[in-house]
């Protein structure tokens, strides 16, 4: 914990306490921002855990306790949701699910020089599969993104996780129809018993955020450049 936050006071140049803008109140141009997705939330509350644990407030969670590192570092961030509450206008609950997802997609889209971020926990049929995993989108950046951040995982956490960094399925909606880097982080599993216990400590909730800090402050240059272009960075060391 003390290496990584060592890490991620030598990756801010200001700590600028500005807290982190809600929709509509979008970055400057030339600026990264970050959009943090609580993944689920409203009538969808994702995986429930065999003791109950419900997936979409773990998610929020780690995601406001993430908002906070990223607002302490002053890099521009949104979040798709701050609380379990959505607002719908929809009548069924199918037609919820998919007008959620379309606000997200429209958030995502209407920010400029957008980085997205996804939290998520995994579930599996038996309680032996552990681990985080790090998915990304086929968008420029994701990948090498993705990799950097699972590899912070696996090295922090140090739980014997041998999974790689995946791309996404294609099935998955709101990663698959987006033009900036994206990833989605299945931080543990619900359905392991030792992960499941993690999840409901703050401690464990906060390390998780403090290494997504890291992983995307650390390739704040690499996704800068796919903005802003290699070529315009070196004219300005002239
Ligand atoms: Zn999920």
Do not use: W
Not at 33 to 41: E, S
Not at 63 to 91: H, K, N, Q, W
Not at 95 to 112: C, S
Not at 131 to 154: C, I
């Amino acid at each position: 914990m003390k290496r990584l936050l060592a890490m991620l006071l030598a990756l801010t140049m200001s700590a600028a306490l500005t807290p982190c803008a809600r929709a509509g109140e979008l970055a400057a141009p030339r600026t990264l921002t970050l959009i943090i997705d609580a993944g689920h939330g409203g009538e969808d509350g994702g995986a429930v855990s065999p003791n109950g644990l419900v997936e979409s407030g773990v998610n929020l969670d780690i995601a406001l306790r993430l908002e906070r590192l990223i607002a302490l570092f002053g890099a521009p961030c949104v979040m798709t949701r701050d609380s379990e509450e959505i607002a719908y206008t929809a009548e069924t609950t199918r037609a919820r699910k998919v007008e959620d997802q379309k606000r997200r997609l429209k958030l995502i889209r209407d920010t400029e020089n957008a980085v997205f971020l996804s939290i998520h926990q995994n579930k599996y049929t038996s309680g032996n599969p552990f681990g985080a995993q790090v998915l990304y989108a086929p968008t420029r950046g994701s990948e090498e993104l993705g990799k950097d951040v699972q590899n912070l995982l696996t090295a922090t956490l140090e739980d014997g996780n041998r999974r790689a960094a995946a791309r996404i399925q294609s099935e998955i909606y709101l990663m698959n129809n987006i033009d900036c880097p994206a990833v989605l982080v299945e931080c543990a599993f619900l359905s392991n018993a030792r992960e499941e216990a993690l999840l409901q400590t703050e401690s464990y909730r906060l390390k998780l955020a403090v290494i997504l800090a890291a992983g995307y402050l650390h390739n704040r240059e690499m996704l800068e450049d796919i903005y802003f272009g290699e070529s315009e960075n070196g004219v300005l060391l002239h």
